[in-house]
């Protein structure tokens, strides 16, 4: 289990903004959204990236968790997925990222710790 990169952790009232380096007018999402409210995030588009982008993020470097071909670089998994979520707020160009970070969200449990 590796921990997350140094600079790169977060708590449930980290705000979106700061800990992706954007502007509310960039991301979507005001000033005080923080990464809780992203977990919570409803609907499709933005609200799913943002539900499953920081759902991964979190599940990324605990489990054996499969990274989508179209976004490892082969560098590290943690920083592949940041970058691509980022990028995808950035262009507003949620798909097929949300869908293929939500499928590997919704795996069955085997790659989970059983302790």
Same mark, same amino acid.
């Given at each position: 289990?590796?921990?997350? #990169?140094? @600079?790169?952790?977060f708590t449930t009232t980290t705000t979106l903004n700061s800990?992706? @380096?954007l502007t509310a007018a960039e991301s979507g999402v005001d000033d005080s959204f923080t990464?809780?409210?992203a977990v919570n995030a409803t609907? @499709?588009?933005? @609200?799913?990236?943002?539900?499953?982008?920081v759902s991964a993020l979190l599940n990324v470097?605990?489990?054996n968790y499969p990274i #989508?071909?179209?976004?490892?670089?082969?560098?590290?998994?943690?920083?592949?997925l940041y970058n691509?979520?980022?990028?995808?707020?950035l262009n507003d160009t949620y798909e097929p990222l949300a869908t293929q970070i939500a499928a590997n969200n919704n795996l069955d449990h085997q790659s989970c710790p059983t302790t």
């Open positions: 289990v590796q921990a997350m #990169p140094a @600079g790169l952790e800990y992706f @380096g990464m809780e409210d609907g @499709g588009d933005l @609200g799913k990236l943002l539900r499953h982008g470097n605990s489990v #989508p071909p179209s976004i490892d670089t082969a560098a590290d998994n943690f920083t592949d691509a979520i980022k990028d995808a707020l």
